[in-house]
């Protein structure tokens, strides 16, 4: 994995509360057993009308949207289906951090394991920065992962959390299934003293 | 003496492997439950480092998402998901992972089947790359959804770096009236924390209305915890689980049947163990619930008027909800009941069991389904296809009108050709109302099997009592 620099970037709003999974991307593109070409089918229903034609008031339709590596979403971003399609589809578009008020879990974990960063921020800081890019959608947002700031247009310095091995899988470009992979003997070892439930091969079913 | 600790607690200290300096646990997994649509990325990636799967012999498959309902005979129609399934048995020929592929007599919706063949058992962790993969905490397992990235992970080690969960009591005391179902629950749960209210913990679902439930209606409460947030909801053990579970094929026998049980029930939460957050309903007091809106957060007492975005308490959350609203066509300050309804699905990992086909069929006996509505019930898994065909059941959906379809995920995520024409309105028995869920435009209204069915039978949203003798 690429290892997470600093950027600044010009930032899509789109303040709605619960985007779920099947908006970032609709269940109908999940039928390919590749992780390309999900970015054009990126926020489809929301993005194209019924003629597969781009609807340009939609924020990823025009600039600074179409170009930009932040988006700034509302409450529980990333809710509902496990489908890892999302952070996918996302960052193929060129997505490379979300700002919102909460994540849900699955979703935020999804995300890291691909290099894009859920920043949490509270809701008066969301709230300032959905004003701030009201006034000047051109405005811009600076992120930095190593020291854990967000810096808003206006150069406010907000902090924000992130779990410690992600931030260092992140800043180095650390394999996780590598780095599980070296426990080989400790899971080895929790196998032989630990009984196991069910062996899914002991039953040969008829059919 | 140890300190008292919640049944969560004693499943996640029995799976910890290791805890490396610096990273998550290391937490071991019992069971991996593949399907066809989060998988292939997954063999992909293990090809790609030449790995294998790590403990076939705790993997096991099937196919349901992308999978037509029509008649097996048929092949499948869609190219796209043709090719999918057929990777799909490739994937699990090629690593040596048990399956019930597309025409297999027991194929059936990954949720169902595990429990259906004794799979899913007490005190295990389960995970799947699946969101509703909670609903094998009927059974007092610790089972959550998963991304592509982890199902990798979990095929090549058998474990995942995990953080734990908080753990969160929904205590549900009471009894339900009748014409009120185990779906009422967990929506009504939904309704009143919200769908990011569990975000960061584990549901353990607790109360006198919680044991007086079987074990499929424990399954369809589980089910859903996702849509409260929850990563992973369980129900500690009992009676009621333990005869479900006996003889069924992967279920321990003879003396390995009694160690299992005497560790089971050591499972339940010890008195006095500490809860980080708490929530009580009272099921004496619910009514049918169903959405009005676009995540499972709106909804309401079937006779309740449609709350007004106005009332909202912020401005995200107004625009969230008129949005909502306007997606679904729907003006706030009436109820529900009355609206005409296009389609009816009964069917989904939430209410595709034996007890949610026989309340759909309890109503629809001897009845004619409105001749405005298209009906489909979709059994969860061939096996259940065949035991309602012993019983009888199809004949009654037939008889009254309805489509009696193969196995699968079907017109819950609308995958499979099975779906909603933009415009058209559902009464549905799954779990997700969200922005075309079940077809591009479709809008879709959550409720029970008995909800459904009574809707079915008058061609507008009905509460079920009304029918009910």
Known sequence: ?207 | MSQPRTIIQKIWDAHVVTRPPGAPALLYIDLHLVHEVTSPQAFEGLRRRRLKVRRPDKTFGTCDHSTPTAPRELPIADPVARAQVEQFEKNCREFGIPFFGFRNPRQGIVHVIGPEHGLTQPGMTIVCGDSHTATHGAFGALAFGIGTSQVEHVLATQCLLQAPSQSFAVRVDGRLRPGVTAKDIILALIAKIGVGGGTGCVFEYTGAAIRALSMEERMTVCNMSIEGGARAGLIAPDDTTFEFLAGRPFAPKGEAWEEALAFWKTLPTDAGAAYDREVAIDASALEPMITYGTNPGMGIPISAPVPDPAEAPDAVERETRRKALAYMGIEPGKPLAGRPVNVVFIGSCTNSRMTDLRAAASLLKGRKVSPNVRVLVVPGSQSIKRQAEAEGLDRIFREAGAEWREAGCSMCIAMNGDQLAPGEYAVSTSNRNFEGRQGKGGRTFLASPLTAAASAVTGVVTDPRTLLG
């Open chain 1, 1 to 207: 994995m690429e290892k997470f620099t600093p950027f600044e970037s010009w930032v899509a709003v789109l303040p709605v509360d619960n985007i779920d999974t099947d908006q970032i991307i609709p269940a109908r593109f999940l039928k390919t057993t590749s992780k390309e070409g999900l970015g054009d089918q990126l926020f489809y229903d929301w993005r194209y009308d019924a003629a597969g034609n781009p609807r340009p008031d939609f924020v990823l339709n025009r600039p600074p949207g179409n170009r930009a590596q932040v988006l700034l979403a509302g409450d529980n971003f990333g809710c509902g289906s496990s489908r890892e399609h999302a952070p996918w589809a996302l960052t193929q578009f060129g997505f490379r951090a979300v700002i919102s008020t909460s994540f849900a879990d699955i979703f935020k974990g999804n995300a890291l394991k691909n290099a894009l960063l859920p920043v949490v921020v509270p809701a008066e800081i969301h709230a300032r920065l959905l004003q701030m890019l009201g006034a000047d959608p051109l405005a811009t947002v600076r992120v930095d992962l190593a020291s854990q700031t967000l810096t808003l247009p206006d150069g406010t310095a907000v902090e924000f959390p992130v779990e410690g091995f992600a931030k260092t899988c992140l800043l180095e470009g650390v394999d996780e299934l590598g780095f599980l992979l070296k426990h080989e003997a400790e899971i080895a070892a929790f196998e032989q003293a630990c009984r196991a439930p069910v062996d899914t091969l002991s039953v040969k079913l008829d059919g």
